[in-house]
Every structure is written in C-alpha cells, then in structure tokens.
C-alpha cells in the first residue's frame, strides 16, 4: 500500500526558510506529475508547485520566486524549498503524487509562519 510521508515543516519567523520534503512513491506506477498542495486555516487546498515526469515545472503566482521544488529519483524524495517566508504562507502541506493508477497524498505537514 502506497503512504506518501511528509516531513520538515515548523515554525519560522518571517523571511526564513523551511524544507519540506515527502517520501514513499517509490512503488507507484506511471507517475505523471508530483508536486505540493497548501491549505490555510480556512481556505481551499490549493497549488504551490508541480513539476511532471517530462521535467516542467508550474509554481502558484504567490511563490514564484521564492520556492522550488525538486524531485530526487535516486532518493525517493520530493522536496520543496521555501525561501522567504511569509504570514500568509503557513498551511498544512500536502505532498500529491498522480499516476495511472489515480492520485495520492500524503497526511500533510504545517508550516507556520510568525511575524
């Protein structure tokens, strides 16, 4: 059974940084894109950043700029780097795999951000 397992988030003060990363898709078959989901307190999940098996790379308007996500084959790691953090940044992140067997996610981890 497929578990996708987030890890890194925290707390940090505005204009820091945090690394999050996610582990677990080696076993998932035909995967098509993997990337990040946010959601605040609040709000709808959204997206933060995708990057597809042919290599393109699609980020939220709101981080361009200031996060970047990258994919470790050899690894099994999905990691997001995130530079200059603001407030409106925290919100639990969500790791997202889709395959053709369907999509995954991951349990989630927070990110708060402090002024």
């Known amino acids: 059974q497929v578990q996708l397992v987030e890890s890194g988030g925290g707390l940090v003060q505005a204009g820091g940084s945090l690394n999050v990363s996610c582990t677990g898709f080696?076993?998932?078959?035909?995967?098509?894109?993997m990337g990040w989901y946010r959601q605040g307190p609040g709000e709808q999940r959204e997206l933060v950043a995708l990057?597809?098996?042919?290599?393109?790379?699609n980020y939220a308007d709101s981080v361009k700029g200031r996060f970047t996500i990258s994919r470790d084959n050899a690894k099994n790691l999905l990691s997001l780097q995130m530079n200059g953090l603001l407030p409106e940044d925290t919100a639990v992140y969500y790791c997202?795999?889709?395959?053709?067997?369907?999509?995954?996610w991951g349990q989630g981890t927070q990110v708060t951000v402090s002024l």
């Open positions: 997202y795999v889709n395959s053709g067997w369907g999509d995954y």
């Open positions: 080696r076993s998932i078959f035909r995967i098509n894109a």
């Open positions: 990057i597809r098996t042919g290599g393109s790379i």
